[in-house]
């Protein structure tokens, strides 16, 4: 477990061998043809005439058509689940968090559990030095997501691999007592959302004081007092009472709480992505800090650059052209296509409508050769404020409900950042004359409240209360293909102030 | 891995004879150094100080007998007042907590090999209540850090690794209700056998009926193959008889606290839960005693072994255990038992019976 390179024969593996070696693990896990029996991709196959034994390298992947969360759905809504899966029986199940529309249940397979408790050893292995001590508080969403058994993916690693990690875990709502346990146990590493453990350090910061006159007035021992005179001069962060030198972060743009990261925390924030349909595959920086290591012995990634989405977005029916992550140009952005190698669920061209930017391709610092990548935001129409999520056309439904005070004629919402807190701004362009201006945005902003979420996650300091605004004009924006953006993302938004 | 070693061995460990049963747990009390080791936690090397105990090599179970209790209250205290690293006896690998009780929470550290204990005694749930190959078992997850919430996935392990069931697992949480569409998952996935805390079983109910469609269908009507219902975390009894009216299972009571993943199961007998002998060495402390002391807290209760205790008998349940990070000794667990047997059971399992009434 003290390595410094989980498995540096492959994590370092020159490029092109790498790009090698992924293909013959796609061809050797046979997963085309196990794919082809379920009907996510048995009927569209059949109909592009693709012959699954005949898929043996990307060369002929490239041919297949894409497949989408919306077809996983679809699969999901009229077919038997046992048909759907492609292996003799699915171990268990997780969701997705079901922003998009109704939840994705993704089967999760015997080779697969074994194959996330290697992958998620080895992702610690790229976050932490042993020497910084591994011990970590990992903060989670119950069942059924994947959060919640992905930490014991780790559990059990320590005993496969006769690991030495010490770790816990909480849930969300046991935040709060599991963090006493932390600073008592002095852990060394924190995984969370950004935006919750900003909110732990706010917490601190404001309640130290208050906490160290406390005990004092228990306990009036001249450590307490001494505690107590400290708090209410000295500024007391998060790293005065917490050990933690080093974090793993995910979730949402991570960029823009770095620093405060840093500072509050006196910890190295690492930034993870990865999602429930393919946890093998999640990316995460390595102590370089430059780019999220994409796992390309567990996958093969595309790319659909931004130009051929646009082409996309004026002609439906255009079949845009993906690139190989492994080709792609440092800068180059687009959509995240990944093909996975799961027993259970084999994603083949599966579209994330993550957008990523590629980062480099270059062997890095650390000695990886993985490509690395940086996570921007959704290409489809889902605003990602940390926990709180929701599409764009609910907030557009919700729009067009207006009426008490005035109507809207144009709007827009601006993703912008107070404070690093994500914060929505509302810019709305009214119809006619409003009578009541104030009463007219007081009726926006509860319809910003309205969102499932929103009003408790602002109340609760884990986003910026957002804030609408009348503006004479509402300055639209269009895709290529001449559709309203509705949501504009600031660079504030995924980068540090 | 080694295998789930001490809860497997040695092979049909669950149909000793009581008197090999009781030779064992003193074997592993010995050979395993327990109280030696247990001297090294915080949790014990004051208090006995204090109390003029010598830790050295407790040669038989009547020596045992007469080291002092240890309870709830000296496991918050210790973890208030010293540094928790001092806590357990062996590195953890992971750290459980029970519910918070008041202001506090107890943390119990698990060193892999409690782990792989744990896991062990996973199979051993499996017998007793019947479990068939591709069962598909719906488990209610209590959220971490409680211990029962390692509980499936660990499962998944031990199957994948040791007993090879294939058995499928469909996990879901009461919190995440309102947020998760896995009680309609849940009906399409056809569960056979329900993993929960009684009361959220029932609390379940409506939610069934809601994915349903339906106002008023009981999940009995909704759930044709569902044939075993495994309860944990509380007295199944008083919510036996309406689980058994809406869901039309048979019910399997389960007895397990995070201090100690005991999982005593009731068996196909359903004449009482069998504690496991030869992982631990219970003890109950009679209701008479409990009540002297009570009058006099500083009457020091006497307890009977299990194996030895009359059937009918009622007091506080304690164990000492043989774990790695944190062995219990003579561990009051705060729970009220009877016993219901301590002869060979109809089942053919031999490991002495209790009933569990509930928290003293």
């Known amino acids: 477990m003290s390595k410094r390179i989980w498995d540096e024969q492959v994590e370092c593996m020159p490029l092109p061998q790498l790009v090698e070696f992924c293909q013959v693990r796609f061809r050797e896990s046979r997963i085309m043809e196990r794919a082809a029996r379920s009907p996510l991709y048995r009927d569209k196959w059949a109909a592009a005439g693709v012959v699954p034994k005949q898929v043996r390298s990307y060369d002929d992947l490239r041919k297949l058509p894409f497949t989408t969360g919306g077809d996983l759905r679809v699969a999901q809504a009229e077919h038997d689940l046992d048909e759907l899966i492609c292996t003799e029986h699915p171990r268990f199940w997780v969701s997705t968090s079901g922003t998009s529309g109704s939840h994705k249940w993704i089967p999760v397979g015997d080779q697969d559990v074994l194959t996330f408790t290697e992958a998620t050893m080895r992702m610690f292995t790229m976050a932490v030095d042993v020497a910084e001590g591994w011990s970590l508080l990992l903060v989670n969403t119950p069942a059924p997501f994947l959060s919640e058994s992905s930490g014991y993916y780790a559990v059990i690693g320590q005993v496969l691999y006769d690991g030495d990690a010490e770790l816990a875990f909480c849930a969300l709502p046991e935040t709060f007592d599991a963090l006493d346990f932390a600073r008592k146990e002095e852990i060394k590493g924190f995984q969370s959302m950004p935006s919750m453990a900003m909110l732990v350090a706010e917490g601190v910061a404001e309640r130290a004081g208050e906490g160290a006159r406390e005990q004092f007035k228990k306990e009036r021992t001249v450590g307490n007092l001494l505690r107590a005179v400290a708090a209410s001069v000295l500024p007391i962060k998060a790293s005065n009472i917490f050990k933690f030198r080093w974090g793993i972060f995910a979730g949402e743009p991570v960029d823009p709480y770095r620093s405060a990261l840093k500072e509050s925390f006196g910890l190295r924030p690492a930034t993870a992505y990865g999602a429930s349909e393919f946890p093998a595959s999640a990316c995460l920086e390595c102590k370089v800090q430059d780019g999220l290591h994409l796992p390309m012995d567990n996958c093969l990634p595309e790319m659909i650059p931004q130009e051929e989405l646009a082409k996309e977005e004026v002609d439906a029916a255009y079949v845009p052209q993906a690139i190989p992550l492994w080709e792609a140009t440092p800068g180059l952005t687009g959509e995240f296509v990944i093909t996975t190698f799961s027993e259970a669920l084999p994603l083949i061209r599966y579209r994330t409508s993550d957008l990523i930017m590629v980062v480099s391709t270059d062997r890095c610092e650390c000695g990886r050769t993985f490509p690395r990548i940086k996570i921007r935001h959704r290409s489809d129409d889902i605003v990602n404020m940390g926990l709180i999520r929701f599409s764009i056309y609910q907030l557009k439904d919700k729009m067009e409900e207006m009426g008490t005070h005035g109507q809207v004629a144009k709007w827009q919402l601006r993703l912008t950042r107070e404070n690093r807190k994500a914060k929505g701004v509302l810019l709305v362009q009214p119809k006619g004359e409003i009578a009541d201006q104030q009463a007219f945005i007081t009726e926006l902003e509860e319809k910003m409240d309205e969102l499932k979420g929103v009003k408790q996650a602002w109340e609760n300091g884990l986003i910026a209360k957002p804030e609408a605004r009348l503006v004479d004009e509402v300055v639209e924006k269009r895709t290529m293909s001449g559709k309203i953006r509705y949501a504009i993302y600031e660079d504030v938004y995924f980068e540090e102030a | ?360």
């Open chain 2, 1 to 360: 891995m080694d295998k789930l070693n001490i809860a497997l061995q040695p092979p049909g460990v669950e149909q000793l004879p009581l008197a090999d049963l009781a030779q064992l747990g003193e074997q592993r009390l010995v050979e395993g150094k327990v109280i030696e080791r247990a001297g090294t936690s915080s949790l014990y090397a004051k208090r006995w100080n204090r109390a003029g105990v010598e830790v050295k090599a407790v040669l038989s179970r009547s020596e045992l007998a007469q080291l002092p209790f240890t309870s709830a209250a000296d496991v918050i205290e210790v973890q208030k007042r010293s540094p928790m690293r001092q806590f357990p006896c062996a590195p953890a690998a992971v750290w459980f907590a029970t519910d918070s009780q008041g202001e506090s929470r107890k943390w119990i550290p698990y060193s892999k090999q409690d782990l792989v204990q744990y896991m062990g005694l996973l199979t051993r749930l499996e017998r007793p209540t019947a479990l068939k190959e591709r069962d598909v078992i719906l488990f209610v997850v209590p959220m971490a850090p409680r211990t029962t919430n390692a509980m499936p996935y660990l499962w998944i392990f031990t199957d994948i690794l040791e007993t090879k069931l294939k058995l499928e697992f469909v996990i879901g949480s009461m919190f995440l209700l309102g947020a998760s569409n896995w009680p309609e998952f849940t009906l399409r996935r056809q569960p056979t056998v329900l993993v929960s805390r009684p009361s959220d079983a029932l609390a379940l109910v409506e939610h069934f009926a809601k994915a349903a469609g339906t106002s008023d269908a009981q999940p009995k009507e909704l759930f044709n193959r569902l044939r075993a219902g495994i309860f944990f975390g509380e007295p199944l009894s008083p919510f036996s008889q309406a689980i058994q009216e809406t869901y039309g299972l048979e019910p399997f009571d389960c007895y397990l606290s995070a201090e100690f993943p005991s999982l005593s199961a009731e068996c196909s007998a359903h004449d009482g839960l069998h504690v496991w002998m030869d992982v631990s060495i219970p003890e109950i402390i009679p209701n008479e005693e409990l009540a002297r002391e009570k009058a006099n807290p500083q009457h020091k209760p006497a307890a009977v072994f299990l194996d030895q205790a009359p059937a009918g008998l009622e007091g506080e349940l304690v164990l000492t255990t043989f774990g790695e990070a944190l062995p219990l000794v003579r561990y009051r667990t705060g729970d009220r038992v009877r016993v219901t047997g301590t002869e060979p059971c109809g089942c053919g399992m031999t490991h002495p019976r209790i009933a569990v009434q509930g928290r003293l």
